[in-house]
Each structure stands twice: as C-alpha cells, then as structure tokens.
C-alpha cells in the first residue's frame, strides 16, 4: 500500500512539503504540488513556477520521483506545453486536475468542470496522449522524452454519480500512470460522506472496460480506524498486527487490481504523523509537532512579508491542528489575534500546554 499527501491549493506548498518530509515523511511516497494553471498565454504565474523550482525540493533524495506536479488545464495544447516544461524541471510525472470544484475553475471548463463534458474530456484525452504516445516512440529512454508521465485526479461525476460510468470508460482507453478517484462528486464538494458504493463500482467499470492503471482512492482518511473501515468495504487484505498489506499480490494481473494507495489531504493536516500512525508506528508526539510549526513558521517568512501574513498563513494550519489541544479555546483565539512573531510564539507556547495526545 502507497500513501500520498494529497494536493492542496495554498497549503501543499513547498515549505510544507519539505517540513512534512524532514519530519513526517517517512513512509509518504508521494507529494502532489497545489495546481499550477497552463495558460493560454504559456507562461506560468510567478509564483505558481517558483513553488516547482528544482531547488524548492530541499528534502528530497529523489525529487523527480517523489514529487508530482499537478496541471490545471482546459485544452490538450496547455497541457502539453506545460508538462513539457515540468519535464524540463526534471519531474518524471504530472498530475492532471480534473477534480477541483471551485467555481472560478468549473467555469472556465477546467477541473471538475471538464467532467460535464466527457466527449470534450475524451477528445482532450485522446489528443494528449497522442503525443505522449509519439514521444515515447521517438526516445528509447525515458529520461529523455519531453513529456512526463501522466496520472489523473477525477471525481466520481459532476453532480450524479452514475456519471462515473461513462467517465470510467474513457479514462480506461488511455495508458494512464495512475487513476486516483476523490470518491465524491463536485456538488459534494469535500462534505458528506464519501461515496463508497459508487467508488466500488466505478473501479469495477473501468477493470472492466480494460483500464490498467494503479487505483488510488482519495476521500476522508483521518485515523487507523477510518483506514480499516475502507479497506473492509473494500475487500482488501488486512492483517490484525498490522492493518498495512498490499492489498493484492504484486504478481496479480494489474488489470484485476483494486486499490493499490491512498491519497490523504485534510487528514495529514490535522495529523502530520498520520501515515506513520497507518504504517503502524508511534502517534503524534508534542515535541514534534511543535518543531514542525515552528519550522513551518520560518519557511513561511521567508517569502512571505510582515509577520501578521506568516501568522495569517499559520492559521490555515491552526484550523486543522486545534483537535489536539484540549480546553484551549482562549489559547487558540491568542493564536488568532497575534500580531508580531513574538506574539504568535508566546501564544503557541501556551497552546501547547494544552496537548493532548
């Protein structure tokens, strides 16, 4: 079983990333960048580019392969001349969004938006992959094609899930790396439950329709139990000391497999030691979690001018974290009012007597 931190916009940047990986990371595969947008001008916003510099990857022994890029697109022409530039950068895989739900997006026919079209979205695939295709015929290694590889994020459908049929069908007619399904629709947005029956079937569609790509489900791990729970729904292999097998053997047909990873997002926010806790290791300590905001701190101000907006960033955090702390409401509105770095450190201190874990 694999386990990816999932992308978020303006969270999964890469002073996080590289904390989360210093600290946290062992037994994370994968971290997936927030969208950066393919233009129809070319030219990526400045500071979308620089969270993908080579050099931002700081904690990564191999970065090319444990960091994946994810593309906001709504035409196969974007696309392809923005992974032919990640590519330049050195990765070896772009994700393509097609789950985001925010109306800016939907409305310009990109992210969850293309799922209201699947023929449009079929016809993007098809000319994308086309190149692909013509790429991997003309360089012999893969180190020096122009195009990455490609994996998608989708949803289950735009406002009914009995639209994953057809989407399912589509995705299979293409050699995707890897098929990750946020197990709800985008009217859900990231409320209620997931949908698990529809998620079930949609991974049987696409085997079915000859898909052979991974499957990763996305959707709501937040706990070793929640963990158990998805992997008894899903017929998965389990073991009473450990709740972390693979899920299949790896000499099974790849065309039979279930789900093969899990992608977590608001869960390693509100438990950055989350995948270590699923892996089977020791929960989260405070000593940790307080050098790992602290050093989420200093990342931040090093971009970001005047303490009042590295706090204000922080606080995204903070939104997630205050499960931990127990009668700490007052601390936590210090945290909220501070205004200098030594107001929001003297607040933080005072959080943390208030752990508990």
Known sequence: MRFYFAPMEGITLYPLRNIHREIFGEGVDKYFTPFITAAHNHHFKNREKKDVLPERNMSFDCYPDQVVVQIM???????????????????????????????????????????????YLDGMLKEIFTALKDDA????????????????????????DAEADRLMEIYAAYPV????????????????????????????????SGGNADICYNGNIDSKEALCMLM???????????????????????????????MIGRGLL??????????GGK????????????????????????????????LEHWAFLHV?????????????????????HAAVNEMFTHFDH
């Open 270 to 279: 509100s438990n950055p030691a989350l995948v270590r806790e699923l892996r």
């Open 137 to 160: 015929k003309t360089f012999e290694e893969a180190k020096d094609r122009v195009y990455p590889e490609l994996s998608l994020k989708t949803r289950l459908g735009f406002s009914d």
């Open 232 to 262: 008894e729904e899903l017929d998965m292999k389990t073991d009473p000391k450990d709740v972390l097998l693979e899920s299949q053997s790896e000499n099974e047909d790849k065309g039979k497999r279930g789900t093969s990873s899990i």
């Open 283 to 314: 929960g989260l300590l405070a000593s940790e979690l307080k050098t790992y905001l602290n050093k989420l701190y200093e990342g931040y101000a090093a971009y970001i001018p005047e303490d009042r907006n590295v706090i204000f960033k922080m």
């Open 177 to 208: 790396k890897e098929l990750t399904i946020h197990a709800r629709v985008r009217e859900d947005y990231y409320a209620g439950a997931p949908r698990l029956d529809a998620y079930k079937r949609a991974v049987k569609i696409y085997r079915e």
């Open 73 to 119: 697109a709504g035409c196969s022409d974007d696309f392809l001349w923005a992974a032919k530039e990640i590519k330049k950068l050195g990765y070896n895989e772009v994700n393509l969004n097609l789950g985001c739900p925010a109306p800016t997006v939907v409305n310009r026919r990109k992210g969850a938006g293309l799922l209201q079209d699947p023929e």
């Open 324 to 344: 931990h702390f127990k009668d700490s409401d007052k601390s936590l509105k210090n945290i909220r009012k501070s205004r200098s770095r030594d107001e929001y």
